[in-house]
């Protein structure tokens, strides 16, 4: 099979698994116990005028079927609806905005600290396997794994931000304080940062670790691995360049399982930090009924992540020939 | 042969059991050679035994009001009360039963449903394997925490239905596994003999790819329970649990209205957290020492 036939049959699946999200994301939110048309326009948060527009936008007063393509068809061209707790501002402005940016900043120096950091942990224990490191190291993953992330989150807060005063206690930026410049409040966001940014880390960090570590195991055993050895090759250049090279290739699917919690965050860890974005966002949209908000939530989700899925197959496939037979 | 003959070649019931007794046997001399094992067996089990015991340990009802809100720790509360002066450690103590019971309980529910939806897709392939798969694609693409808390919401507060809402999220890895599993099995020797002679489907899923497929469901139970636990804590902990029950994400729940965190309230928070951490770091071990046992390619090493 060649590249060009591997990659439409991937692009197949996927869209099959987009149209299959798309449907559970449409009918998920009529299955709301009481009138299904109510979690859509019926909310007394709205005014009435945009009530009607929705109703005649949505089709609310036709049968499901009808409803369903009309949702279709209004997903074509961006219209997510409108939020109910910010009183009728488009879902895509709720969505789309300051609280992605900041879910985008945290997630994305959260993951990318993890990912360094439990990549080289992971070559180094493998390679001194059962040494103090490794040893060590293992009891901080299960340690770290056991852990629930909001605890942690709250332990944090409780010595670097009650105790030691450290850290500001919550929030994204202090507020009510003016800036005279760019610099003092980029100064203020990244102090505001640390704290969810080392929480995350911290759990994620023992993630890619054990990953890395057990696939570093098994490549030990490969018979290249013996002849970079027999070559006379120095120990670093055989591990970074031999082993953690060939470790590469699970970790590419790893990485696109990752996509899904760049966009939407990570609800608990921004609920504790009270951090702006979009993980508390669906938070606050199950508490608050907002039903639109979330819709658009799990579809930007969705898609990114049989995006991210799609790339890493085709990257997969790239690297490993093999895969494509 | 007639049909006496055979039977007396069979193990008897009293045979069978012996042989049972010998593995397990076997089984405990390699399990207890692990530190790490037994670190875990050990907690697992002393926190069966506070769930059992908890009436007689805890020294107030956890359900009811029984001092001044928002005590500091004292003699007669060890960890405080809460912000309607509940005695905060005899919910610790109760916590535990709602962590094991929905734990172990979502933990088979959804091991169940995994089991069934991956022998079913390994062994009959073809639309039915497709089907199924795709439906298991779609569970794992979409976010868990998000969907278990609209779940959680349309279901409305209760201890089932937290149990509920986990069971649904979390088959996906088993079903997977033994997917895998059954169709790696269903090529062999064995099954293509029970074939020839005429058994059933049914028969073959039940006799002789189930008990193959057992040791990989069982780790896996394990590991779910570890999901089941933490689920439930992070949900109640953003207030969708069961407000009637004092579960330890519960406890924290209301630590953190009551402003635990930023008041310094640290017999609030540190005691709950911890249970949970002990006991998932408990069924961690147990998992990661089985795998040790069970997975020959890590044995070897």
Same mark, same amino acid.
């Given at each position: 099979?060649?590249?060009?036939?591997?990659?439409?049959?991937?692009?197949?699946?996927?869209?099959?698994?987009?149209?299959?999200?798309?449907?559970?994301?449409?009918?998920?939110?009529?299955?709301?116990?009481?009138?299904?048309?109510?979690?859509?326009?019926?909310?007394?948060?709205?005014?009435?005028?945009?009530?009607?527009?929705?109703?005649?936008?949505?089709?609310?007063?036709?049968?499901?079927?009808?409803?369903?393509?009309?949702?279709?068809?209004?997903?074509?061209?961006?219209?997510?609806?409108?939020?109910?707790?910010?009183?009728?501002?488009?879902?895509?402005?709720?969505?789309?905005?300051?609280?992605?940016?900041?879910?985008?900043?945290?997630?994305?120096?959260?993951?990318?600290?993890?990912?360094?950091?439990?990549?080289?942990?992971?070559?180094?224990?493998?390679?001194?396997?059962?040494?103090?490191?490794?040893?060590?190291?293992?009891?901080?993953?299960?340690?770290?794994?056991?852990?629930?992330?909001?605890?942690?989150? @709250?332990?944090?807060?409780?010595?670097?931000?009650?105790?030691?005063?450290?850290?500001?206690?919550?929030?994204?930026?202090?507020?009510?304080?003016?800036?005279?410049?760019?610099?003092?409040?980029?100064?203020?966001?990244?102090?505001?940062?640390?704290?969810? @940014?080392?929480?995350?880390?911290?759990?994620?960090?023992?993630?890619?670790?054990?990953?890395?570590?057990?696939? @570093?195991?098994?490549?030990?055993?490969?018979?290249?691995?013996?002849?970079?050895?027999?070559?006379?090759?120095?120990?670093?250049?055989?591990?970074?360049?031999?082993?953690?090279?060939?470790?590469?290739?699970?970790?590419?699917?790893?990485?696109?399982?990752?996509?899904?919690?760049?966009?939407?965050?990570?609800?608990?860890?921004?609920?504790?930090?009270?951090?702006?974005?979009?993980?508390?966002?669906?938070?606050?949209?199950?508490?608050?009924?907002?039903?639109?908000?979330?819709?658009?939530?799990?579809?930007?989700?969705?898609?990114?992540?049989?995006?991210?899925?799609?790339?890493?197959?085709?990257?997969?496939?790239?690297?490993?020939?093999?895969?494509?037979? | 042969?007639?049909?006496?003959?055979?039977?007396?070649?069979?193990?008897?019931?009293?045979?069978?059991?012996?042989?049972?007794?010998?593995?397990?046997?076997?089984?405990?001399?390699?399990?207890?050679?692990?530190?790490?094992?037994?670190?875990?067996?050990?907690?697992?089990?002393?926190?069966?035994?506070?769930?059992?015991?908890?009436?007689?340990?805890?020294?107030?009802?956890?359900?009811?009001?029984?001092?001044?809100?928002?005590?500091?720790?004292?003699?007669?509360?060890?960890?405080?009360?809460?912000?309607?002066?509940?005695?905060?450690?005899?919910?610790?103590?109760?916590?535990?039963?709602?962590?094991?019971?929905?734990?172990?309980?979502?933990?088979?529910?959804?091991?169940?449903?995994?089991?069934?939806?991956?022998?079913?897709?390994?062994?009959?392939?073809?639309?039915?394997?497709?089907?199924?798969?795709?439906?298991?694609?779609?569970?794992?693409?979409?976010?868990?925490?998000?969907?278990?808390?609209?779940?959680?919401?349309?279901?409305?507060?209760?201890?089932?239905?937290?149990?509920?809402?986990?069971?649904?999220?979390?088959?996906?890895?088993?079903?997977?596994?033994?997917?895998?599993?059954?169709?790696?099995?269903?090529?062999?020797?064995?099954?293509?003999?029970?074939?020839?002679?005429?058994?059933?489907?049914?028969?073959?899923?039940?006799?002789?790819?189930?008990?193959?497929?057992?040791?990989?469901?069982?780790?896996?139970?394990?590991?779910?329970?570890?999901?089941?636990?933490?689920?439930?804590?992070?949900?109640?902990?953003?207030?969708?649990?069961?407000?009637?029950?004092?579960?330890?994400?519960?406890?924290?729940?209301?630590?953190?209205?009551?402003?635990?965190?930023?008041?310094?309230?640290?017999?609030?928070?540190?005691?709950?957290?911890?249970?949970?951490?002990?006991?998932?770091?408990?069924?961690?071990?147990?998992?990661?020492?089985?795998?040790?046992?069970?997975?020959?390619?890590?044995?070897?090493?």
């Amino acid at each position: 099979m060649g590249m060009r036939e591997y990659i439409l049959r991937r692009a197949i699946s996927s869209i099959i698994t987009l149209a299959l999200i798309i449907a559970l994301n449409f009918f998920i939110f009529r299955i709301m116990p009481g009138d299904p048309t109510r979690t859509i326009v019926g909310d007394v948060r709205l005014r009435p005028e945009t009530r009607e527009l929705l109703r005649q936008q949505f089709g609310l007063d036709k049968p499901i079927w009808v409803q369903f393509i009309l949702y279709i068809q209004n997903l074509a061209v961006g219209n997510l609806g409108v939020s109910f707790q910010y009183k009728g501002t488009p879902v895509t402005e709720v969505i789309f905005g300051r609280r992605l940016t900041n879910t985008l900043i945290l997630m994305g120096s959260s993951i990318a600290l993890a990912l360094i950091m439990g990549m080289i942990l992971g070559v180094i224990a493998a390679w001194k396997r059962g040494s103090k490191l490794d040893v060590s190291m293992l009891t901080f993953t299960l340690v770290a794994y056991s852990m629930p992330v909001f605890w942690l989150g @709250m332990l944090i807060i409780l010595f670097f931000g009650f105790y030691l005063k450290l850290i500001p206690l919550a929030g994204t930026v202090t507020p009510g304080v003016e800036y005279s410049n760019f610099f003092d409040y980029a100064l203020d966001y990244l102090h505001h940062l640390i704290g969810p @940014m080392v929480t995350l880390t911290i759990i994620d960090i023992a993630y890619y670790f054990l990953i890395m570590r057990n696939t @570093m195991l098994d490549i030990f055993t490969e018979d290249y691995m013996l002849t970079a050895k027999a070559k006379g090759l120095r120990d670093r250049i055989i591990l970074f360049r031999h082993g953690m090279k060939n470790a590469m290739l699970p970790m590419v699917s790893v990485i696109a399982l990752t996509v899904i919690y760049l966009f939407g965050g990570a609800t608990l860890t921004e609920t504790v930090f009270s951090w702006y974005g979009i993980g508390r966002l669906t938070y606050e949209s199950v508490m608050m009924a907002d039903y639109p908000v979330l819709q658009g939530i799990f579809l930007v989700m969705a898609i990114a992540v049989i995006l991210a899925n799609f790339i890493a197959d085709i990257v997969y496939a790239y690297l490993d020939p093999r895969i494509r037979y | 042969m007639t049909k006496l003959e055979i039977e007396y070649l069979l193990p008897t019931w009293s045979e069978k059991l012996g042989i049972y007794r010998e593995r397990v046997r076997n089984f405990w001399k390699i399990y207890s050679t692990s530190k790490m094992g037994i670190v875990g067996l050990g907690l697992v089990l002393s926190f069966f035994i506070i769930a059992v015991f908890a009436s007689l340990i805890a020294p107030y009802d956890p359900y009811k009001f029984v001092g001044p809100p928002l005590l500091k720790p004292t003699e007669s509360y060890i960890l405080g009360t809460d912000h309607l002066g509940r005695d905060i450690f005899s919910r610790i103590i109760y916590g535990a039963r709602i962590s094991l019971l929905i734990g172990l309980v979502a933990a088979a529910i959804s091991v169940g449903i995994g089991t069934i939806i991956g022998l079913t897709s390994g062994y009959f392939g073809g639309f039915l394997d497709a089907v199924l798969m795709r439906i298991t694609d779609m569970f794992i693409t979409m976010p868990t925490l998000p969907l278990m808390l609209i779940l959680a919401s349309i279901l409305g507060k209760g201890l089932i239905n937290i149990i509920i809402v986990i069971s649904i999220l979390y088959w996906t890895p088993t079903a997977r596994m033994v997917r895998s599993q059954t169709i790696s099995l269903k090529e062999r020797p064995f099954v293509e003999a029970s074939k020839a002679v005429g058994c059933s489907d049914l028969r073959i899923i039940g006799r002789h790819i189930a008990p193959n497929v057992f040791p990989l469901v069982f780790a896996n139970a394990i590991i779910t329970i570890v999901d089941a636990i933490l689920a439930e804590a992070g949900l109640s902990f953003l207030g969708l649990g069961d407000p009637f029950q004092p579960s330890w994400g519960m406890v924290l729940h209301y630590a953190n209205l009551a402003g635990a965190v930023v008041h310094g309230l640290w017999w609030q928070i540190i005691p709950p957290g911890a249970c949970i951490m002990l006991l998932v770091l408990g069924f961690a071990l147990v998992s990661y020492s089985l795998d040790q046992i069970l997975n020959p390619r890590l044995r070897k090493r």
